[in-house]
C-alpha cells in the first residue's frame, strides 16, 4: 500500500519565479491538505482539496494556489517567490466522509529554498 | 482561536529515562487530538491520536490520554531509547463545516543519549 508521495524532495529556486509542487494520496483517500513547515516550526495550513476543489484555506496570500485532479493527485503553486517561502511544504491525505476516525498521514515533504 | 501549546525543549534524556512532554490545547467544541513525530530530514508520522474525552492512545511504548477537564493531552514513555530522538508535535482537529485542518504546536525536541 502506496503512502503518501511527494515530488520533488528537493527544490532550489530565486525570488520572484514560480514553483509547483506535486502530491500523490495515499491510496483510498480522496483529500488533499498541503501545509508549510518554515525551520524549527510546526506546520501551518494552507489550503486543503476535495472534489477538485479547494474547501478551506489557512491565512495565506493569493500567491499560493491549488490544483486537484480526478485522480486525487494534487500541486501547489507559489508565485512571486519570497525568501520568506523557504521552507518544507508538507501534503497530507485523508478520506472525507471518515468522520472522528479519519487520520491525515504525512508525505516525506519537499524542502524549497529560495535565494 | 484554537491553538496548541507545547513545553519548549530541547529535553535531553539518557537512555531508559522516562519521558513526558507537555501538551495543551485551546478549542471550541470536541477535537481529536494527535501525536506527531518528525525524524530529521523525515516528514511527518502520525504516533498515536484520541477522538474523544478519556480516551488513551498507544503506539511504540508512547501514550498519552484525552483530559478535557484540563485541556491536556500529554505524551508519555516509560524508557527511551536512543532511536526515540526526533521531534514530537501535538495537534488538534475538529470536525464539521468548514473546519478539517490540523493546528499543530511548535514542536519539542528530544534528544536521548546513550
Known amino acids: 500500500d502506496a503512502g503518501v508521495t511527494q515530488s520533488p524532495t528537493h527544490l532550489i529556486k530565486t525570488r520572484g519565479q514560480q514553483v509547483t509542487l506535486r502530491c500523490s494520496p495515499k491510496s483510498g483517500h480522496d483529500t488533499v491538505s498541503w501545509y508549510q513547515q518554515a525551520l524549527g516550526q510546526g506546520p501551518q495550513f494552507i489550503f486543503q482539496?476535495?472534489?477538485?476543489?479547494?474547501?478551506q484555506r489557512g491565512n495565506f496570500p493569493d500567491r499560493f494556489s491549488g490544483h486537484q485532479f480526478p485522480n486525487y493527485s494534487s500541486e501547489l503553486n507559489v508565485n512571486a517567490l519570497l525568501l520568506g517561502d523557504s521552507a518544507l511544504y508538507l501534503c497530507a491525505s485523508s478520506l472525507a466522509g471518515a468522520g472522528r476516525t479519519d487520520t491525515q498521514y504525512f508525505g516525506p515533504g519537499t524542502r524549497l529554498t529560495v535565494l | 482561536g484554537d491553538s496548541v501549546t507545547q513545553m519548549e525543549g530541547p529535553v535531553t534524556l539518557s537512555e531508559e529515562a522516562c519521558l513526558t512532554i507537555n501538551c495543551t490545547y485551546t478549542a471550541t467544541g470536541y477535537p481529536s487530538l494527535f501525536w506527531y513525530v518528525q525524524y530529521p530530514g523525515e516528514g511527518l508520522q502520525l504516533l498515536l491520536k484520541?477522538?474523544?474525552?478519556?480516551d488513551k492512545g498507544s503506539n511504540k511504548g508512547f501514550e498519552a490520554t484525552y483530559r478535557k477537564e484540563t485541556t491536556s493531552f500529554h505524551l508519555e514513555k516509560g524508557s527511551v531509547q536512543v532511536s526515540d530522538s526526533a521531534v514530537y508535535f501535538c495537534a488538534l482537529r475538529k470536525y464539521g463545516g468548514a473546519t478539517n485542518k490540523l493546528i499543530f504546536g511548535t514542536g519539542t525536541l528530544l534528544a536521548v543519549q546513550p
Open positions: 482539496y476535495y472534489e477538485e476543489e479547494e474547501r
Open positions: 484520541a477522538t474523544k474525552a478519556d
